[in-house]
Every structure is written in C-alpha cells, then in structure tokens.
C-alpha cells in the first residue's frame, strides 16, 4: 500500500493572515527574533500588505493534513542572495516537515533566479534552528549572537 503524502506547499494569500499572525507571535518565534517583541494586528497587516505587493519577498504556508502547519519566506537581496525566514508548528518539528518547506521553496525560487545563494541568520542561542540548518546549509560565519548560514545551488562555483 503506497505511504499517502499528507504535505501541501502553497504560495501565500490574504486567508492565511491570521493563523500566520498566530505563529509570529509565539513564545519560542519571538524569542528567536531579533527585535523579539509581540507583533500587533496593525503592524501585521502592515507587513503582510507590503510583502504582497513586493516583487522581491516570497511567502508560502506548508500544510500537513490540509492543516496550515508552517510558513516560509523569501527576501531576494540584490541579485546574488535570498535571505531565509521559516517556522514550524511544534507538533512537527523534527518530522521533515520544514526540511519539506525548505527544499520546495528553493525549488519554486530556482525556476526565476539560478545563481542565487540561499543565507539564514539564526541567532546563536536558538539551538533548534542552528541544528535544523547544519544538516542543509554551511555555517558561513558568525557576528555578534548571529550564525550565517548559505545554501550554494549547483549553478555555483
């Protein structure tokens, strides 16, 4: 009996804005920002609306059992780098599901921009999201209570 894939990747839209402002304002997504203050509803809808209408941010929802269950977001920096911002339900982690996320969004980014090196910045205390990273992306350097990490497509040297 085939295993029935219960993953979704889906580019964002306006219905996933509140279940989106829930999981940015969780206690563990806000301690691993950086400015690691609560997001008001204003500030959100603030963002949400800039990041529609910008050419150069991607935001996709993960579903898991058609249940939204995690984001990921592009932010294209010049032409050579997209920096990397993804969180995951609790219930999944360590499950491959942001690995999923991960892999389909470079995916999706790669079919308009080639030579392009994916970075994080993880901050240092944030242990869950320095290991989740080691296994896909070199840690390319550390500054102040950052690690940058980079994910170099095959189209690079």
Known sequence: MKKKNNFKFVKFNKKHKYILYNFVNQPDAIKSRLTQKFI???EHEKFISKIQKNTKE???IGLNKNVVS????FSNVGKKF???DIYTCPTLRGFSFAKKMLFEGIKNTLRTKKNIIFLAK???NNLKSINFFKKY???KKEIK????FE???KFHD
């Open 151 to 153: 994910y170099k497509t």
């Open 40 to 42: 008001g509803i204003e």
């Open 145 to 148: 209570n950052m690690c940058i």
């Open 137 to 139: 992306f070199k840690k």
């Open 70 to 73: 995690g984001f990921i977001r």
């Open 82 to 84: 997209t920096f990397i």
């Open 58 to 60: 991607s935001l996709f």
């Open 122 to 124: 993880v901050k240092k």
